[in-house]
DNA sequence: ACCTGAACACCGTTCAAGT
DNA sequence: ACCTGAACACCGTTCAAGT
């Protein structure tokens, strides 16, 4: 019988690509990115690195499997109520789903991925843009800016960053010459206190949806 | 004789920290993040890969200082204006020089890196914000915001990477099933040709601008 | 102080072979 | 079709030794 190629079936080791994914990502969750290495990831299977290969091209095609895994994960909401919160809970949603999975950020650096899986999430914002009014390359534009914004704030102010990083960050500001950094001296308090809290997300989530329906709705009333 | 990238001679013990860093800056720019390595460096200055250690402690110390080293590089703009205008100089020349140093970028994963180096911008950032009225606690949330935005574009929307995923970002969306991802392949050409302009980044930059502006200072009037 | 050379414990992947 | 085992060309880093 024909098996498909996305078959979920499990040979006789017990190996399918969904468990060889499902794997992967709690391995990179638990050890980090630099973690997830395919004579690792083999070991924890009980199996020779080379049977990955079976299931996977090479380590890239993995890696898109493990990313498109984590998006599955999301749980979109749903599409009642304004625009603004609609979005609002889609890119908080989008944002725990990397809080979740730090790694599968990270992985997706030079190459684009793509995978349905991966796009549900931008279907649902641009479904949300265009029915807001935006056309479709002002809701292109606004969909880019909101998810650049979020991903960027996930990247760079993440909470599980922060938890180790904020004495980190204390000292190296106490360090900072203050005569050549007088604002972030003097605001060195409220710099480390605001760190990734969730609050700021939203906050400047708002802020962006306010400007982007001022430059793309209002103007035309 | 080779030609080498850099142009000024070495003597045969002509290693340093300066130089060093610099040549992995280049090295990083032309072969990507991943051709960045210790024994590939060494190889580049015609030296043992131990020799290194001796002036870096280890592949992370060397790492940061390529980043400090290509964050001094940006020309900081002039501090004259209405402050709107100011932040948009400034975040568009830090998003330049994630342009020309893209592999900077993705260095800054885990550790958040606070060198005097990479502090100029958002020491600027901060003093244009406290100037223009927001107060120590407002200005670290709207910076907060302004760079997560800047930077978040330009991991995923960067020109760079661009010119190289359009093609392949076409094909993507083309395989997606219409029923399941109406919005975007309705959308599918805009969205293409929308990808990653400068345009496009500062357009959502002033939509944010516009929303800090609101949400932090108007209201008190 | 600055650099070399050998060594250790890792990588991703190819290739030939087993079942 | 699915997996093993050995091999190749890489890693970062330690340690002892040379100058």
Redesign the pocket.
Known sequence: MP?KASSE????????RERIARVALELADQEGLD?????????EL???????????????E?IDAVVDLAARELKLPSERGPWKRQLELLLRELRRGVERHPSALWIRRERPLMSPGVMRGPELGMRILLRAGFSKSDAVAAWRALFSYTLGFASFSSTARVENARHHARAALAALPDDEFPALVSAATEAVDAMGGEDQFEFGLRCLLDGLQRRYLDREK
């Open positions: 098996a079936r499990s040979t006789a080791s017990g190996l399918s973690g997830l290495s395919m004579r690792r990831l083999a070991r009980d199996v020779t690195p080379m049977a990955l290969y079976v299931h996977f091209r090479g380590k890239d993995l």
